[in-house]
């Protein structure tokens, strides 16, 4: 779908000749001479390199319409992870390297919403935390209490995040999965 640079609005995705963008800040411009254009603020879908455009006013481009496919995490196989379309129940083989950060914190039977381009992945939405248990960590020592003193805990998907020193191997953690911080104690 062909669209104009009055249609703009921030979150929109474009196919351009140079990839696939999202607008994350757009301004009309009109200066006392010349033509009006609007600049432009992008983020590459693909690579998450942020770039600055800028349009003549009235200038076409396609329309990027992304499907967002919500999926259940299966299993991994080699490099590669296996979800099931939760409408459909058909099994996708993604590679691992096509799902950004969002491997780190997937365990069999997570929910994940898929951003799909035709049949490309171009992004994943993860829960805002989850709840991983620690496979690794030092053991605390008793006495040592120090106000916010934190220490380093491998979690079951192999992602390492700070913890409080009291926290032990096979306690369950609720973990932030913007920043990979560390919340609270998971109940139960």
Same mark, same amino acid.
């Given at each position: 779908?062909?669209?104009?640079?009055?249609? /703009?609005?921030?979150?929109?995705? #474009?196919?351009?000749?140079?990839?696939? %963008? @999202?607008? +994350?800040? %757009?301004?009309?411009?009109?200066?006392?001479?010349?033509?009006? /254009? !609007?600049?432009?603020?992008?983020?590459?879908?693909?690579?998450?390199?942020? #770039? $600055?455009?800028?349009?003549?006013?009235?200038?076409? =481009? $396609?329309?990027?319409?992304?499907?967002?496919?919500?999926?259940? &995490?299966?299993?991994?196989?080699?490099?590669?992870?296996? %979800?099931?379309?939760?409408?459909?129940?058909? @099994?996708?083989?993604?590679?691992?390297? +096509?799902?950004?950060?969002?491997?780190?914190?997937?365990?069999?039977?997570?929910?994940?919403?898929?951003? =799909?381009?035709?049949?490309?992945? !171009?992004?994943?939405?993860?829960?805002?935390?989850?709840?991983?248990?620690?496979? $690794?960590?030092?053991?605390?020592?008793?006495?040592?209490?120090?106000?916010?003193?934190?220490?380093?805990?491998?979690?079951?998907?192999?992602?390492?995040?700070?913890?409080?020193?009291?926290?032990?191997?096979?306690?369950?953690?609720?973990?932030?999965?913007? +920043? +990979?911080? &560390?919340?609270?104690?998971?109940?139960?």
């Amino acid at each position: 779908m062909a669209i104009s640079t009055s249609d /703009f609005k921030n979150g929109m995705n #474009i196919d351009l000749d140079d990839g696939l %963008f @999202q607008i +994350s800040e %757009f301004q009309h411009v009109k200066p006392g001479k010349g033509g009006a /254009f !609007v600049r432009t603020t992008l983020r590459n879908l693909r690579t998450g390199a942020v #770039i $600055e455009r800028t349009f003549r006013a009235g200038e076409k =481009m $396609e329309r990027a319409v992304i499907d967002k496919r919500e999926m259940q &995490y299966l299993y991994a196989a080699g490099d590669e992870m296996v %979800f099931m379309d939760n409408e459909t129940y058909e @099994q996708m083989q993604v590679p691992k390297d +096509s799902l950004g950060t969002a491997p780190e914190f997937l365990v069999e039977g997570n929910a994940v919403v898929l951003q =799909m381009y035709g049949s490309e992945i !171009v992004g994943t939405d993860l829960p805002a935390s989850v709840v991983l248990t620690v496979t $690794e960590t030092e053991p605390g020592i008793q006495g040592d209490r120090v106000s916010g003193a934190r220490k380093s805990a491998t979690m079951e998907t192999g992602v390492v995040v700070q913890v409080p020193l009291f926290i032990e191997i096979g306690e369950r953690l609720k973990i932030d999965t913007r +920043s +990979s911080e &560390y919340i609270e104690r998971a109940n139960g």
